[in-house]
């Protein structure tokens, strides 16, 4: 069972080419059919989740254990194969066993859970502090959850209200819509003082990282894990003025397993982010869905055998 996220689109339309022909799908999880030799991290078999990229191992980088920022990185479903297909083939060390009585579907969004789970480990959210999520798409509403767990409180920010819904329900303690009154005085109204403590945003949009921005009080932190490409005017003199802490956090290094624990735990629910199924042979149909504006998370399955 595959996920189908924004990268897979743009890849599919052409806004963000690769070497075609290329099989995208890089959010999966599945059965082992076969494995190569010397492999004895998993068995034929074993249900795996898998983590779909995988750095060179030598460089400097990955000796000091930043794999993620490994610069021969390789993304499956981006740089090779990946898995909108009936077999992918990947290294061991990729597969994470899933954990037993965790359905497929509830699995499916390991991998967007995992970068979720990083950006707010490199926020350092304590329990008690206020947060904001800037973006209500997969990675937002998996944001609010982690960061419930993390005891924080938090407040969902987005272009339009229609996830603020579901947002709630998932452990949103509030929501504002953009546009619906000045950001600043909703986290001041929200947080109790001069804005929230931690703004994590998740939306990718130069306008996204500015609202983070207004949000966050002063001596607070932003995390950023969406990607924006296009240039993104920031007055740093803010930044400077106020002391923000600005990271940056890029995909995951170690977190695959607590992504699955939170999962298996019901810390984190996913299953209410897939709006959409399709069999593979409608593929074309789940692209399009992923352009619905009732589309959160579109599976791509195949009928085990
Ligand atoms: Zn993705
Ligand atoms: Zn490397």
Request: aromatic fraction near 6%; hydrophobic fraction near 45%; glycine fraction near 12%.
């Amino acid at each position: 069972m595959a996920g189908l996220c924004g990268t897979d689109y743009s890849i599919w339309s052409g806004d963000r080419p690769v070497r075609y022909p290329l099989v995208p799908g890089h959010e999966f999880v599945g059965h082992v059919d076969a494995i190569g030799e010397g492999v004895s991290r998993v068995r034929v078999g074993d249900r795996v989740a898998i983590e779909p990229n995988y750095s060179c191992g030598a460089c400097p980088l990955c000796r000091e254990g930043n794999r993620n920022l490994c610069l021969s990185r390789t993304a499956v479903g981006i740089d090779v194969d990946g898995c909108f297909a009936e077999v992918a083939r990947v290294p061991e060390r990729c597969c994470w066993p899933a954990p037993p009585g965790v359905a497929d579907e509830d699995l499916l969004m390991t991998e967007p859970l995992a970068v979720v789970v990083r950006a707010i480990a490199r926020a350092a959210v304590r329990p008690g502090e206020s947060a904001a999520v800037v973006g209500g798409g997969t990675l937002g509403l998996l944001a609010v959850q982690v960061l419930r767990g993390r005891g924080a409180r938090v407040l969902v920010v987005s272009r339009t209200a229609r996830r603020f819904g579901l947002a709630r329900e998932l452990g949103a303690d509030a929501t504002h819509a953009v546009g619906d009154g000045p950001l600043a005085t909703a986290a001041e109204a929200f947080s109790g003082r001069e804005g929230v403590d931690v703004v994590v945003e998740t939306a990718g949009t130069p306008e996204a990282v500015a609202h983070a921005l207004v949000l966050v009080r002063p001596g607070g932190r932003v995390a950023l894990t969406g990607l924006p490409h296009e240039p993104t005017p920031v007055t740093f003199f803010s930044v400077v003025r106020r002391e923000i802490t600005l990271t940056g956090s890029m995909i995951y290094q170690d977190e695959f397993p607590e992504a699955m624990r939170l999962v298996a735990a019901g810390i984190v629910r996913t299953r209410p982010l897939v709006t959409h199924r399709f069999g593979l042979d409608a593929i074309g149909e789940a692209f399009a869905a992923h352009r619905q504006p009732d589309s959160i998370k579109v599976a791509v399955f195949t009928p085990t055998r």
